[in-house]
């Protein structure tokens, strides 16, 4: 069965400073996507960055990136330069399968909370 | 613009008592599911939807009923609400054959039964 394991409850950086927020991942499907949403204290979900088991190369979204790294089954998203509006919890979720065999079904892990510091 | 929209925001029940939350989307997408967010537990599939007709559970569905009868709408069903069942509810929709397609939400609803 599919599992998505954040092992972070929480996170501290400093304004300006890159962070990396952990995430790894089990699936015995060879074809699966990754993808990582913010849910800031509002309570909405935002979707931040996407990557698929086959792409070459890691995602990269403005200062969000990918760091996916398949042999280890990890999923890593970076923050560079990080502001006070990055305070939020982060959510890493997996998507099993392609065409029809794709459900649409997301899996997501606990959560990471990170906090921006001055 | 409304993408997902999910009615209440709020809801207060007592024990034993029933209530459905609306989940409604104007994107034409397939694919709809419930999760429902708890403290240190993320987020989990109740039920899901990929297309009018069809549903199936999730990882947590006991207590929960749910029906698409249409491409747009989505309810969610407590038959007997209990305590467990105080959380936060959200309703995602996203096209089902991309693979990279991200999931929708909506707004949420903050559930208390007491």
């Known amino acids: 069965a599919q599992k998505i394991t954040q092992t972070q409850p929480g996170m501290f950086v400093q304004e300006k400073e890159a962070v990396t927020l952990d995430c790894t991942y089990d699936t015995s499907d060879q074809s699966y996507g990754l993808f990582w949403y913010k849910q800031p204290s509002s309570g909405e979900m935002i979707f931040l960055i996407y990557q698929g088991s086959y792409d070459e190369q890691n995602a990269t979204e403005g200062r969000y990136s990918l760091n996916f790294q398949k042999a280890r089954k990890s999923a890593n998203l970076v923050i560079s330069a990080s502001q006070l509006g990055d305070s939020a919890m982060y959510f890493c979720a997996m998507r099993e399968g392609q065409g029809s065999s794709n459900t649409g079904k997301l899996i997501f892990g606990q959560g990471t909370t990170l906090q921006v510091k001055p | 613009n409304a993408g997902v929209t999910q009615t209440p925001k709020f809801q207060v029940l007592k024990t034993g008592q029933s209530m459905t939350l609306q989940c409604a989307q104007d994107m034409n997408h397939e694919y709809m599911s419930w999760y429902r967010q708890d403290p240190g537990m993320g987020l989990r599939l109740i039920h899901y939807?990929?297309?009018?007709?069809?549903?199936d559970q999730g990882e947590v569905p006991n207590g929960y009923n749910v029906s698409r009868s249409t491409t747009e709408d989505f309810p969610l069903r407590l038959l007997s609400a209990a305590p467990s069942q105080t959380s936060v509810y959200f309703c995602?929709?996203?096209?089902?054959?991309?693979?990279?397609?991200?999931?929708?939400f909506g707004n949420g609803t903050r559930l208390t039964v007491t």
């Open positions: 939807s990929v297309g009018a007709g069809i549903t």
């Open positions: 995602a929709s996203s096209l089902k054959q991309a693979p990279g397609a991200p999931l929708h």
